[in-house]
């Protein structure tokens, strides 16, 4: 269990995960954590990172840092992908177990499961087959990390632990028109449609995939929680263990939102993963269970895209 007081080093605080994963310490009594801008420290240079440990000997690490976005951006720029995040995460997991840390915990992506993976996606699918090729970069860096955790446990005895999570959205997310992921993108699509007074709204794909989402702030309990409750190598999924349709998505936005035009599809676009459902089971086992239900969320996160008009831009 880590002390109230134990220095807490959380990587990426001002991103989505990395800022709950912040409320989420405080909320619980944590007083010590410690961040860093990306202007104060780029995770990318192994120099600069081993200087920060080196001075600062956090005693656990939440690396929830990434170079994250959708289908489009992933496919447009596979190399910055696989690049920016598999030197960041290399850098912060072998400078942290160089300084000492006594526990780490990663942060992947439901990603790195095989396109055709059984369904719902046990962690013990992992390798098994062929990755969904829009995202393939990305998942492989992600697979880097948590593998290099686990190799660091087998190798050295280290206490360094992974976490996958589904389809995650809530505060501080990024709502960009071609960089975000499906959720935020349909907010700020719908919105600006109802603003502007448009009849229709097209999306990519035929609407056909399943997906789950899970509320930003339930991951960071959860995070937390593992940090408290679980050592292991095998990751942990992260998740609700309920899913729906693009389609039923898109209505259920239009619905929070108030948009009431017409929702057409353009099926020359791809529709990503056929179905990408978690095994929950293992973290229900351990005693944790989601608290925000979708529909609750989506209202949540569109009060927050109307309060922080600068997030659009990003």
Known sequence: MMEKNAKIYVAGHRGMVGSAIVRELEKQGYTNIITRTHA???????????????????EYVFLAAAKVGGIEANANALADFMYYNMTLEMNVI?????????????????????????????????????????????????????????????????????????????????YHPTHSHVLPALIRRFHEAKVAGAESVTCWGDGSPLREFLFVDDLANLCVFLMNNYSGNETVNAGTGKELTIKELTELVAEVIGYTGKIEWDTTKPNGTPRKLLDVS???????????????GIKISYDDFLNNPMRAER
Not at 97 to 120: D, H, T, V
Not at 282 to 296: F, Q
């Open 94 to 174: 072998h400078a942290a177990w160089q300084n000492g840390c006594k526990k780490l915990e990663f942060l992947g992506s439901s990603c790195i499961y095989p396109r055709m993976a059984p369904q719902p996606m046990p962690e013990s699918c992992l390798l098994t087959s062929e990755l969904e090729k829009t995202n393939e970069a990305y998942a492989l860096a992600k697979i880097s990390g948590l593998k290099y955790c686990e190799f660091l446990n087998r190798q050295y005895g280290t206490d360094y632990i992974s976490v996958m999570p589904t389809n995650l959205y809530g505060p501080n997310d990024n």
């Open 40 to 58: 104060e420290l780029d995770l990318c240079r192994q120099a600069d990172v081993e200087e920060f440990f080196a001075k600062e000997k956090p």
């Open 282 to 296: 293992k973290a229900k086992a351990l005693g944790w269970s989601y608290k925000t239900e979708l529909k609750d």
